[in-house]
């Protein structure tokens, strides 16, 4: 059974940072990506970052540019994501998402596997 599983949501004021944390039970494949959407109350899931597991290639939400860091440690099938300079509005449930076979990052039906979802909430 697939597990993915995350950690290091919580509150913070805005300009404080937070370290997101995921980690697989999924065998890597050249193909093989990790990405983190999230959602708010009352709007859709939206894409944040993704990376590439065997290039590390990595792409992002233009509004977290410069201010988020996704990597990976391939050792520790664990995905992270750096976030610095919070605002209130990146107050979300962030959820991690893997799966082999992903063509394209930034949209959320290319992954099969789903973590239970993490709360970041920033306040103003």
């Known amino acids: 059974q697939v597990q993915v599983v995350e950690s290091g949501g919580g509150l913070v004021q805005a300009g404080g940072s937070l370290r997101l944390s995921c980690e697989v039970s999924?065998?890597?494949?050249?193909?093989?990506?990790m990405g983190w959407f999230r959602q708010a109350p009352g709007k859709d899931r939206e894409f944040v970052a993704a990376?590439?597991?065997?290039?590390?290639?990595?792409e992002y939400l233009d509004s977290v540019k410069g201010r988020f860091t996704i990597s990976r440690d391939s050792a520790k099938s664990t995905m992270y994501l750096q976030m610095n300079s919070l605002k209130p509005e990146d107050t979300a449930v962030y959820f991690c998402?893997?799966?082999?076979?992903?063509?394209?990052?930034?949209?959320?039906?290319?992954?099969?596997?789903w973590g239970q979802g993490t709360q970041v909430t920033v306040s103003s």
């Open positions: 990376v590439r597991w065997s290039s590390g290639i990595t």
């Open positions: 998402a893997a799966d082999p076979l992903v063509i394209r990052l930034r949209d959320n039906q290319q992954y099969k596997y």
């Open positions: 999924i065998r890597t494949t050249s193909t093989f990506a």
